[in-house]
């Protein structure tokens, strides 16, 4: 643990959710992985619809759509809706059947596997403050184990732009009516969580539970910790 900033009361705890309270490489590859074989069996006419493929169309459309760049749903379905469009589908099929491929991949996307740790410091905080999650990402925490922490939970596109835009963090305050410094985030990315937090006026706590250095901070935050049980240590 190494504090940089003087914290001071807060009244909301904000977490991130991929890799800072669950690994979520492994389950992000399994979903792709089954997305990709879901494309190449169930429909003949999407076999041509391979990673590549899919990553060029996608970088095509947000040349054209940059704010689809802030929600990961909605690029994720035009992705896959303009890719089956190339194979010859017509639109409204292809729009059908890319909605139906994604409820797919979010199925396999929920199959997390909570840490016992995180439970445990998540159970705990619960009985001292109110817990939110803000993501950028498409987790669907509802159908998870994670989902009785939380009465409020923020994501990317439905509700603002990405971190670290202010915007998810502006809206924690407006719904929970605290102000900005009575809210810390804690996520292990430096740049969407911990500058994201810090340049809107929250607290921030960086999860550097992968031995990065001081020198990948682009700004720093009130504290580092090397695990999030140190959570309990701290509040």
């Known amino acids: 643990m190494r504090f940089y900033k003087r914290l001071t009361p807060v009244k909301v705890l904000s977490f991130d959710l991929d890799d800072t309270l669950y690994d979520n490489e492994p ?30 169309i996608k970088r095509k459309i947000l040349l054209e759509q940059p704010e689809l760049s802030h929600d990961v749903s909605a690029c994720r379905l035009r992705v896959l809706s303009e890719g089956l469009q190339q194979q010859g589908l017509d639109a409204a099929r292809a729009a059908a059947l890319a909605e139906e491929f994604y409820q797919g991949f979010l199925d396999q996307r929920g199959k997390i596997t909570v840490p ?47 971190k670290p835009a202010p915007d998810l963090f502006n809206r924690l305050a407006e719904q929970t009516g605290v102000s900005l410094s009575e809210i810390l985030h804690i ?19 960086w999860l550097n539970d992968h031995g990065r250095t001081e020198a990948d901070l682009r700004c720093l935050p009130h504290v580092a910790l090397e695990r999030l049980e140190q959570m309990l240590e701290l509040l």
């Open 27 to 56: 389950v992000i590859a399994a979903a792709e992985a089954w997305l990709l074989t879901a494309l190449k069996q169930q429909h003949p006419e999407s076999t041509l619809l391979g990673k590549d493929n899919l990553a060029a």
């Open 116 to 162: 016992k740790a995180t439970h445990r410091v998540l159970s705990a905080l619960g009985k001292k403050y109110r817990l939110a999650v803000i993501t950028n990402g498409n987790l669907p925490i509802e159908h998870t184990e994670l989902a009785p922490y939380f009465d409020i939970v923020l994501r990317a596109g439905p509700d603002g732009r990405m």
């Open 187 to 205: 996520g292990d990315h430096i740049n969407t969580d911990v500058a994201g937090a810090v340049h809107s006026g929250c607290q921030a706590i």
